[in-house]
């Protein structure tokens, strides 16, 4: 049997550790393709680039991996691949593993969201890594078995189309195993810090604090996380509010 196809990109950029952790652990079992941008994404969403040329580089080629750096966004990564790279048709798309965490609320800024939710609206199976530690120096070790095992699963389920799974892992050395959960509701305040320059102007940092506004509910992603389980989160890309259509057509 020929090993599956999967495409993988980050937002971390294509030399982070966790993508090159992610790359070094799939290639035994997995044929790779890998389109990621040239430098640090983070907090790219879905967005694209739609005012300058986009460019690519093939930093590696071997059999059944090759490794392009692109000037664009993690979505034009995915883009780019699916429209250039055409020989073979990916089994999955692979987002991650990102440095930091994309539970609950950072789900929305998330550039490793991105990558997923542009497979997924291409109508490829995606799943999408994170590790709750920022730093660039992060022990990926203990993720290898479950990475494996949730690649193929999730390949084997297919997902449902316009669907994508968020995988947060907490910072430890080993966990407790892995919950499926909901998305917690939270919010970031207090988001900007005011600087100013040496010359007088003033500037800002986006900085802030993320408030739980549900830290007792135990079925959700940050819950997990916190007790150290593997959240995983189903997401799904149709954001109708289905509960208000019935509600607005008794008053529009």
Not at 110 to 120: L, Q, Y
Request: net charge negative.
């Amino acid at each position: 049997m020929s090993k599956p196809f999967i495409l993988i990109s980050n937002d971390d950029g294509v030399e982070a550790r966790g993508i090159n952790f992610l790359i070094d652990t799939l290639r035994p079992v997995a044929d790779l393709l890998v389109v990621a941008p040239d430098g640090p994404r983070s907090g790219g969403a879905c967005s694209i680039t739609s005012t300058t040329p986009l460019r690519y580089r093939i930093l590696r080629q071997e059999e059944g991996l090759t490794v392009c750096s692109c000037t664009g966004t993690p979505v034009d990564c995915v883009k780019l691949a699916l429209n250039v790279f055409t020989e073979r048709r990916p089994d999955l798309v692979v987002g991650g593993i990102n440095h930091g965490d994309n539970s609950s609320v950072n789900t929305h800024y998330s550039g490793t969201m991105g990558v997923v939710t542009e497979g997924a609206l291409q109508g490829y199976p995606a799943i999408a890594f994170s590790l709750c530690d920022h730093s660039p120096e992060a022990d990926f070790t203990p993720l290898a078995p479950y990475l494996v095992d949730l690649v193929f699963k999730a390949i084997a389920v297919g997902l449902p189309p316009f669907t994508c799974l968020n995988v947060n892992f907490p910072k430890r050395p080993r966990f407790e195993g892995v919950r499926i959960c909901r998305m917690a509701h939270s919010r970031w305040e207090k988001e900007l810090a005011r600087c100013k320059h040496p010359y007088g102007e003033e500037y800002f940092w986006l900085v802030g604090n993320c408030r739980e506004l549900e830290p007792e509910a135990e079925d959700t992603d940050r819950w997990a996380l916190a007790h150290g389980y593997v959240a995983v989160t189903p997401t799904q890309l149709d954001v109708t509010a289905t509960g208000l259509v019935e509600i607005l057509k008794t008053v529009m």
